[in-house]
């Protein structure tokens, strides 16, 4: 009796371990994760102007919405602190930008840039026109005009080479890393981009060149999701206007701003 007692303890031991660790996989996951800090980086910067129209830089247009938009986020958002690449006429190495990115922890990095065209600043019909999102892709081989020209500014820094050598795509230890970036953060940078160009259309009514991915360096070494947001094209007078305006400025704020937030809802942070 004693044994048969001391096995049905044993049975009814193993049931209950069963049928804890079945009730344990039902019990949905407390995720622990909070959405508390973003980045904000002003394209371009210092000696580097970026892009140009009839009468402004890139540079500028970028800082003046850059330090508009933390101003609103600080406002709107409370609980979410923004964190600038840069707040002056300062030049900033791309590896510099993205490492302030890693350093505060951001959740989200949002890239403020300027578009261009090859068609110059004169004023004509059927100029490029409208907003564009990039997504960091490894699109080494095959470089896009725009991830050309963002590109470029490393070749404003001394030891540009040394400084971004890690992106050698012959290197597979470097393809590793790289990929496992964008499995990673690929369809939440995605996520964003679309959401920042549904307000840009559906609100303030903008053209749009969609989201895409390129192979923008920027964004390659920031550890979480990250979106560069061309916000018109600097060269076409009617937009370098927009751009310039506090009007244009304030619209393009509040639209990224109603991204932040939508995007907050999607991802239940």
């Known amino acids: 009796m004693k044994c048969i007692a001391f096995f049905g303890m044993i049975v009814l031991l193993f049931w209950f371990q069963s049928s804890f660790a079945q009730q344990k996989d039902t019990i949905p996951a407390v995720?622990?994760?909070?959405?508390?800090?973003?980045?904000?980086?002003?394209?371009?910067?210092?000696?580097?102007?970026?892009?140009?129209?009839?009468?402004?830089?890139?540079?500028?247009?970028?800082?003046?919405?850059?330090?508009k938009l933390k101003a609103a986020l600080d406002t709107a958002i409370t609980d979410v602190k923004s964190?600038?690449?840069?707040?002056?006429?300062?030049?900033i190495p791309l590896n510099q930008r993205s490492a302030i990115a890693n350093q505060n922890h951001g959740n989200l990095f949002i890239s403020i840039?300027?578009?261009?065209?090859?068609?110059?600043?004169?004023?004509?019909?059927?100029?490029?026109k409208g907003v564009l999102m990039l997504v960091y892709g490894f699109h080494r081989l095959k470089e896009q005009e725009e991830a050309v020209r963002e590109n470029a500014s490393i070749f404003q820094?001394?030891?540009?080479?040394?400084?971004y050598e890690s992106y050698d795509e012959s290197d597979p230890s470097n393809l590793i890393v790289l990929n496992a970036y964008i499995q990673k953060y690929r369809k939440q940078s995605i996520r964003f981009g679309d959401l920042v160009d549904d307000e840009f259309t559906?609100?303030?009514?903008?053209?749009?060149?969609?989201?895409?991915?390129?192979?923008v360096l920027v964004l390659a070494h920031s550890a979480m999701p990250a979106v560069l947001i061309e916000?018109?094209?600097?060269?076409?007078?009617?937009?370098?206007?927009?751009?310039?305006?506090?009007?244009?400025?304030?619209?393009?704020?509040?639209?990224?701003?109603?991204?932040?937030r939508n995007y907050r809802k999607a991802i239940g942070a």
């Open 113 to 128: 840039h300027c578009n261009s065209s090859p068609e110059g600043t004169a004023a004509r019909a059927h100029k490029q």
């Open 202 to 215: 559906g609100v303030d009514g903008r053209e749009s060149n969609g989201v895409k991915e390129q192979g």
């Open 83 to 91: 964190i600038l690449t840069r707040t002056d006429d300062t030049f």
């Open 31 to 67: 995720t622990t994760f909070k959405f508390k800090t973003v980045i904000i980086d002003a394209g371009h910067g210092g000696k580097d102007a970026g892009a140009r129209g009839s009468h402004s830089f890139e540079k500028n247009v970028t800082l003046s919405i850059a330090l």
């Open 157 to 163: 820094e001394k030891d540009y080479k040394q400084n």
């Open 231 to 260: 916000t018109g094209f600097i060269n076409n007078p009617e937009e370098e206007e927009y751009l310039n305006s506090d009007e244009g400025q304030h619209e393009i704020v509040m639209s990224i701003i109603r991204a932040v």
